[in-house]
């Protein structure tokens, strides 16, 4: 499978028509952005580590019975995915306050919840991705009652997942936020999972392990993304 012309970029990965019209090409960049944008640089080695880390875990999450988009790595940056049509969400499932969490309450990062909380905020940017009821998200037919229980069911075994997953590898999984998309009439899991969606604490330090380094500008940036690939890897 080749790439054909590019349809779209976006801030960490370009996009790309193939010959196949239900498959396209994602390449993944180097390119940063936080604060909706504000705050732009590079992470030399991303793409390859969010690209790579991505499909381990995409793969892994189908043989818990979560559809993805992932057909087939191309090389270091580049997968073949089904090409699905997104829906405008971003789903948050955290497992411990941080980030706008902490700031919305006015509450200190780190405190562990019985149970992980979700919620969903409304994709777009020009809005700087408002928070968004899971009844103002069936008003605005962005999606179906039944594809919002799906959703949630999908998000919790990948919660449940992951969070046993990186325990392994001596990460916390504090938060994360995935995006689903449409194929063939039902929800799968797109877009990508990786440092730069997901909070990752040492479980020894509790060192932040993801792309808080970047927004916060907390140093060895590149080195951390290197090593959770290498974690995730098992080598
Ligand atoms: N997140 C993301 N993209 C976004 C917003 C959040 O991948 O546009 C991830 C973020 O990396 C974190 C989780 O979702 O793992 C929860 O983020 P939060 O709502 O706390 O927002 P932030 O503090 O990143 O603004």
């Not at 191309?74 to 090409?83: F, G, I, N």
């Not at 008003?139 to 039944?146: D, G």
């Not at 604490?201 to 500008?217: G, I, L, P, S």
């Amino acid at each position: 499978m080749r790439k054909l012309e590019q349809l779209y970029e976006g801030k960490a990965k370009k996009v790309f028509r193939t010959d196949d019209p239900k498959k396209l090409i994602v390449d993944y960049k180097d390119d940063a952005t936080a604060f909706n944008g504000v705050k732009k640089g590079q992470i030399v080695g991303k793409g390859v580590v969010n690209n790579t880390m991505s499909n381990i875990l995409f793969q892994m999450l189908e043989t818990k019975g979560v559809p993805t988009h992932f057909v087939e790595q191309l090389s270091d940056r580049e997968t073949v995915v089904k090409a699905v049509e997104i829906v405008p969400l971003e789903v948050i499932v955290r497992n411990v306050s941080a980030g706008s969490f902490a700031k919305r309450y006015g509450v200190e990062e780190g405190i562990e919840f019985d149970r992980p909380s979700f919620e969903t905020s409304y994709k777009n940017d020009d809005l700087g991705d408002p928070l968004m009821c899971e009844s103002h998200a069936l008003a605005l037919k962005i999606v179906t009652e039944e594809q919002l229980e799906t959703i949630k069911k999908y998000a919790l075994i990948i919660n449940d997942t992951l969070k046993e997953f990186f325990l392994e590898k001596g990460l916390k999984l504090i938060d994360f936020k995935i995006e689903f998309g449409l194929y063939d009439g039902e929800i799968i899991l797109a877009d990508e999972i990786s440092p730069d969606t997901c909070r990752l604490w040492d479980v020894e330090t509790n060192e932040k392990m993801d792309k808080d380094r970047f927004r916060r500008d907390l140093g060895n940036v590149e080195e951390t993304y290197a090593e959770v690939l290498r974690r995730v890897k098992g080598n």
